[in-house]
């Protein structure tokens, strides 16, 4: 089973002071989850590339693509600006390798995402050729939304395929469905509300790890 990370997600922090939000985390965190919408793939816009650019952390940005078809130079625009992982999503791209070959292509990480509801099989191509599956356990588009349960399966069936790529969970984590999906098999978690609505972000962070012992 590949290492335990937590990503805590800016969506959920004050933006408008999101470099000491992030402090906050930084010690206790392995990664920065930033949430990209474009108001087509779900109907909410959300920061750019110019945003990420200004994010100081000495941890890896994790960039989680919530748009349609993102071009070439599009995605150049976060690689630019510093991100560690890029992961797009299978509902959003016609031609996904394409989209992934041209992340490959500039030496980071690449991702990919499903929905809720998207079958696990639509991925299955494409495993040989990606660094991390984002299980979403909600809806993307919004924070705070609960915890999908049904969605453990596809955790469950990918961790048996695949041991040692990374499987994020990215939706209604907190120290209780953090360990649902550990024990399926998941190993990067993703959590927006569950840390940042917390005055002490450190005890949060440290109950969701608690719990994945
Ligand atoms: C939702 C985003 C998530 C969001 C999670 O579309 O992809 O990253 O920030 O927020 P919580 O943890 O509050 O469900
Ligand atoms: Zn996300």
């Avoid at 793939?41 to 994010?55: E, Y």
């Avoid at 130079?73 to 959003?92: L, M, N, P, Q, R």
């Avoid at 924070?143 to 969970?169: C, H, N, Y």
């Avoid at 024990?183 to 840390?195: D, P, Q, R």
Wanted: proline share 4%.
């Amino acid at each position: 089973m590949p290492k335990i990370k937590i990503a805590p997600s800016i969506l959920s922090a004050d933006l408008s002071k999101v470099n000491q939000e992030i402090k906050e985390v930084e010690r206790y965190a392995d990664m920065i989850h930033v949430d990209i919408m474009d108001g087509v793939f779900v109907p909410r816009t959300t920061v750019n590339a110019d945003f990420v650019k200004t994010i100081k952390t000495k941890l890896p940005l994790d960039v989680h693509l919530m748009v349609h078809e993102p071009s070439d130079s599009y995605i150049k625009g976060f690689v630019d600006a510093g991100a560690y992982s890029i992961t797009i999503h299978e509902e959003a791209c016609k031609n996904l390798s394409k989209q992934i070959g041209f992340i490959k292509k500039n030496r980071i990480k690449a991702g990919i995402s499903i929905k809720p509801n998207t079958s696990l099989d639509k991925l299955k191509k494409y495993l040989g050729i990606v660094d991390m599956v984002l299980i979403m356990t909600v809806e993307p588009g919004w924070a705070g939304q609960k915890f999908i349960q049904s969605t453990m399966s596809k955790v469950r069936e990918l961790r048996k395929l695949k041991p040692e790529i990374d499987i994020e969970v990215d939706g209604g984590i907190d120290p209780l469905t953090a360990r649902i999906a550990f024990e399926e098999g998941a190993n990067v978690f993703v959590a927006g509300t569950s840390i940042f609505s917390r005055k002490d972000r450190a005890a949060a962070i440290k109950e969701i790890l608690q719990g994945l012992k």
